[in-house]
């Protein structure tokens, strides 16, 4: 008997479109769906066949959504939403699980988040935390993650927020190098690739007040510039909480700098009911308040 062809549309079809139309990938979506990535194409060639239309446009770089595939992306990802909130809304006896997702700058992963990850899960032994440092801003509303920690004051109003800290920058140097500048000689700036000033402040401000002056040194990492201004290579500007990792550094008078910028704690208002969400924010807000951060 020949197969029956499929008319009506599968619930699980749609979750594979809403992860492909967010990462673009076949193999991003897969590690997010956690299958392999010929199960994502086979389902999205199902979901187009019962469709009867292009969902996604294939390009050497990945997936992008057609006309079609726009018109009902709006329509799944709030299906996807409601679904993750009803799961979520479930406490376990066992207390808190599942994954918390934290979106922030790799300076503040490396230096505050990291040395302790220990207090952050202690005794949530059911909770997976992941943290992203893509430049790219994490969207909250589309659920890329649960937790933002952004530099600057937010402007979405619909997002949960509080102040957790003041970062501060100044020009760093060694001591050899800070002293051939106070002699009057020419040194080199440390500071970001030239891509970086599309999405970070930082470089923005470097760019519109020392674009004339000379660089040694250029790389997205903040980490990176530190150890390149310790190795004598030129100055940079840094945030003093970095720069007190590294105690051969002397703070330089070297021109205008970033002027100070809060850091923000940010959560859909939705999310923070979830338990495993409300767990890391409350040891979140722990965490800065003992912490020095300017």
Request: charged share 25%; net charge neutral; with cysteine.
């Amino acid at each position: 008997m020949a197969e029956q062809k499929r008319t009506d549309v599968d619930w699980e079809d749609l979750r594979f479109f809403t992860a492909l139309a967010r990462h673009g990938s076949l193999s991003a979506a897969a590690r997010a769906l956690k299958v392999n990535h010929a199960t994502v194409a086979r389902r999205m060639s199902a979901l187009e066949a019962v469709l009867g239309v292009q969902l996604f446009e294939r390009r050497p770089d990945g997936y992008a959504l057609t006309a079609h595939g726009q018109s009902i992306a709006t329509e799944t990802t709030a299906m996807a939403e409601a679904a993750s909130a009803i799961r979520d809304r479930v406490a376990s006896p066992e207390g808190p699980s599942g994954r918390v997702r934290i979106t922030t700058t790799r300076s503040i992963a490396d230096l505050v988040l990291a040395p302790r990850l220990t207090d952050l899960l202690s005794r949530l032994p059911a909770v997976e935390l992941e943290i992203i440092t893509d430049v790219r801003v994490q969207s909250l509303a589309h659920r890329e993650a649960d937790i933002a920690l952004r530099l600057g004051r937010p402007k979405d109003s619909e997002l949960t927020g509080k102040r957790v800290a003041v970062v501060s920058h100044a020009f760093f140097a060694n001591e050899d190098v800070a002293r051939c500048f106070q002699a009057g000689e020419d040194i080199p700036l440390i500071g970001y690739d030239l891509n970086s000033d599309l999405f970070i402040a930082e470089a923005r401000w470097l760019e519109a007040h020392h674009a004339h002056r000379a660089y040694s040194v250029r790389s997205g990492s903040s980490v990176t510039q530190a150890i390149a201004a310790v190795s004598g290579l030129g100055i940079a500007m840094l945030p003093r909480f970095l720069a007190r990792q590294y105690p051969s550094l002397r703070e330089v008078a070297f021109g205008d700098v970033l002027p100070d910028r809060e850091l923000w704690m940010l959560a859909p208002p939705s999310l923070l009911d979830v338990p495993r969400v409300r767990a890391i924010w409350e040891r979140l807000s722990a965490l800065f308040l003992d912490t020095e951060h300017r």
